[in-house]
């Protein structure tokens, strides 16, 4: 199974900072990477997919990239909403896994 | 608009069984492949199952397989998963999730629906 390792898993910032969340796989996994935003006692909300597209609605100051094996998640101007539980995911084929998380702050 | 409701799930003893269903609307269903998430109280989110848009094809983690069976009925646009041998560490809020498309990840949620195996 490949494993999906997120870093840091918790991070403190400021409104309109910039933050990165880095996700790596333990094996290739191309461009079938995710990412999805979880605040408490919510279900989560799906982000990103195909490593850098956005889903529809998503504000332009969440971006991703990489490919292969290690992959970010960039918040350009951090906003309240923002604060949240984010989640990596690949899905280069079963079993899907995803990464621990990362708690983002304030 | 895309829905994905949720139903089932409650509290049910070890070794006890309980169904999920998820009832979809705002699409063409049959068009589109289906998945099982659980989180466990406190925890990560955990793949549990898939199902492709024919309902032929169907893929399980190995934690649930030989337990739990998802299934689809495309003329209700409905998806179940029948959770049997319920165990402790089955505990979650089980979620139903819609791909984007082939190949594009996961886009929307059903509320999700809590599941407590305990006597």
């Known amino acids: 199974d490949i494993q999906m390792t997120q870093s840091p898993s918790s991070l403190s910032a400021s409104i309109g900072d910039r933050v990165t969340i880095t996700c790596r796989a333990s094996?290739?996994?191309?461009?079938?990477l995710a990412w999805f935003q979880q605040k408490p006692g919510q279900a989560p909300k799906s982000l990103i997919y195909a490593a850098s597209s956005l889903h529809t609605g998503v504000p332009s100051r969440f971006s991703g990239s990489g490919s292969g094996t290690h992959f970010t998640l960039t918040i350009s101007s951090l906003q309240p909403e923002d604060f949240a539980t984010y989640f990596c995911q690949h899905y280069n084929h079963h079993p899907i896994t995803f990464g621990l998380g990362t708690r983002l702050e304030i | 608009e895309v829905q994905l409701v949720q139903s089932g799930g409650g509290l049910v003893q070890p070794g006890g069984s309980l169904r999920l269903s998820c009832a979809a609307s705002?699409?063409?269903?049959?068009?589109?492949?289906f998945f099982w998430v659980r989180q466990a109280p406190g925890k990560g989110l955990e793949w549990v199952s898939t199902i492709d848009g024919t309902g032929t094809g169907t893929y399980y983690a190995d934690s649930v397989k030989g337990r739990f069976t998802i299934s689809r009925d495309n003329s209700k646009n409905t998806v179940d998963l029948q959770m049997n041998s319920l165990r402790a560490e089955d505990t979650a809020i089980y979620y139903c999730?819609?791909?984007?498309?082939?190949?594009?990840?996961?886009?929307?949620w059903g509320q999700g629906t809590l599941v407590t195996v305990s006597s």
């Open positions: 094996q290739d996994i191309g461009y079938y």
């Open positions: 705002g699409f063409t269903f049959s068009n589109y492949a």
């Open positions: 999730t819609k791909e984007r498309g082939a190949f594009m990840g996961l886009e929307y």
